[in-house]
């Protein structure tokens, strides 16, 4: 039989491939579609808290957005949009939101501690470690850029 | 082993007395539907959690097989089943309903073969009369074990299988069907270096097409012995280089090989390389081909269940994927 650097050479050819021009179009449709319903809010906000500043829409906006994504999670809809838009619904903030509750809901059977709670970062873990070290060693530079100043 | 070097031939030719498959909604809306004993309409099957419904699924497999062949749990001697569940659960907790001894067996989603041989070898030694011989594997347990939660917005590989739903379970027996297990090859664990979890068509391809071509060595037999050489959950892609392994050997496989992964599923529903599981090989060979063989158009069959060995762990520390395959000859003997 054929050797196991053979096989993998042919499996590199052969193997089917993603159809990239199909996939990079539904994820900036529907990326940009998520980002358009956010800007949505934001308008909204701000024509019903005029005297708000930007800071305070922002948040709201991204509340907003994130109960959305839970909200359609919950009802087994976010991951139908996923199935087609992939980075198109996986970086927005609702694609957070999404990967926070859906391992929630998946372990619920194992008892609220052990299950919902412990398993409740197994997706969204590593966003949030690196998160909190990466605004860590900035503000370090940034306290440091201070004090030479 | 009593027929070359790594088959057995039975002897006193254990016979098929009954199979039975039940399967999920997304299968049955399949081109296979029409072969299977039992649709779910629903795929938690009434239970709290989708590890409890694929258990009853296990179960319904036994018993709806000891029915058919107008048996009772206390006709049966042993009940050997596996799943694709850590510690495999599901076998075993369907085992603790059924008072029936029990013999758990895993082998990713090669088991149903390895099931068979261990039963047939069983009768055939006159040990005992009767066995079940049952797996079954379930998509939302599997997803769980294996990948992600069910709501998480992700998408599948070019080269994934989506993992059956459904339970398939054949009764073995001394006497009593004219369609009886010949032979059975047992496979070596075969790794060929493919890593990528979401391709194990390719992982497991090397371990079918070596198993493959050891029988047909063992037994001094031609692809053409045999009506159908069927594969368990190669799928599209996997089989392509399952055929061009045995090419390489100068074996044309190609007009008598299927493979129950590719089978199972429409192009249209969304599968790519079509389905994978434990249970994938038990209901296909249960309802379709078990029906064939009762209605004489296929006479001679080789099953060959494929498993690709991995763990979550296990990818997760950048090993490889390890394949098996076990062979199993069906063959009718006419009246």
């Known amino acids: 039989m054929i050797s196991r650097t053979e096989y993998n050479e042919l499996n590199a050819k052969l193997a089917p491939k993603s159809k990239e021009g199909r996939t990079l179009l539904f994820a900036f449709l529907v990326g940009g579609l998520i980002c358009m319903i956010g800007q949505g809010f934001s308008d909204l906000f701000k024509l019903l808290l005029p005297k708000s500043d930007e800071k305070v829409i922002g948040q ?36 957070f939101a999404n990967s926070v509750v859906s391992p929630a809901m998946e372990y619920r059977s194992e008892g609220m501690i052990f299950g919902v709670m412990c398993k409740m970062f197994v997706v969204a873990g590593p966003i949030i470690v690196s998160g909190i070290a990466s605004s860590v060693a900035v503000g370090f530079v940034y306290r440091l850029i201070g004090a030479i100043k | 082993m009593n027929f070359g070097t790594q088959t057995i031939r039975f002897n006193n030719k254990p016979r098929v007395l009954s199979g039975y498959s039940i399967v999920g909604p997304k299968e049955s809306m399949g081109p296979l539907d029409p072969y299977f004993h039992k649709r779910l309409r629903k795929d938690d099957f009434g239970q709290r959690s989708y590890e409890k419904a694929e258990c009853k699924l296990h179960m319904s497999a036994i018993s709806g097989a000891i029915i058919a062949a107008g048996m009772t749990p206390q006709d049966i001697d042993v009940n050997i089943g596996g799943d694709l569940l850590n510690q495999i659960i599901t076998s075993s907790f369907s085992a603790r309903e059924l008072d029936i001894s029990f ?91 493919i890593s990528d979890a979401n391709n194990m068509g390719a992982a497991m391809a090397p371990a079918a097409a070596k198993t493959v071509l050891k029988h047909l060595q063992d037994t001094s037999r031609s692809v053409d012995y045999y009506d159908h050489i069927v594969t368990g959950d190669l799928g599209i892609y996997g089989s392509r280089l399952f055929l061009k392994l045995l090419e390489s050997e100068g074996i ?54 494929t498993g690709a060995l991995l763990s979550k762990l296990s990818s997760l520390q950048g090993e490889t994927i390890p394949g098996i395959a076990n062979a199993v000859a069906f063959e009718r003997e006419d009246d």
């Open chain 1, 60 to 95: 709201l906006t991204s509340t907003a957005m994130i109960f959305l994504g839970a909200l359609l999670t919950g009802f087994g809809i976010y991951d139908r949009i996923g199935k087609y838009a992939g980075g198109g619904s996986i970086i927005p903030i609702t694609g």
């Open chain 2, 103 to 193: 013999i758990g067996m895993y082998s990713a989603c090669s088991t149903f073969g390895q099931a068979l041989i261990v039963g047939a070898a069983l009768i055939d030694g006159g040990y005992i009369r009767t066995a079940t011989a049952s797996t079954s594997s379930h998509f939302s347990t599997a997803e769980r074990q294996y990948r992600y939660p069910l709501e998480l917005g992700t998408q599948m590989t070019p080269t994934a299988q989506w993992t059956v739903t459904g339970a398939g379970c054949s009764l073995l027996g001394k006497e009593g069907s004219n369609i009886f297990v010949e032979s059975a090859t047992i496979g070596k664990v075969v790794d060929f270096g």
């Open chain 2, 252 to 305: 044309k496989a190609g007009a008598v090989h299927l493979d129950c992964g590719a089978m199972i599923y429409d192009k249209k529903q969304r599968c790519p390389q079509g389905g994978s599981g434990a249970g994938c090989s038990s209901v296909v060979f249960n309802s379709y081909f078990l029906h064939h063989m009762r209605a004489g158009a296929i006479k001679r069959l080789l099953l060959v269940p």
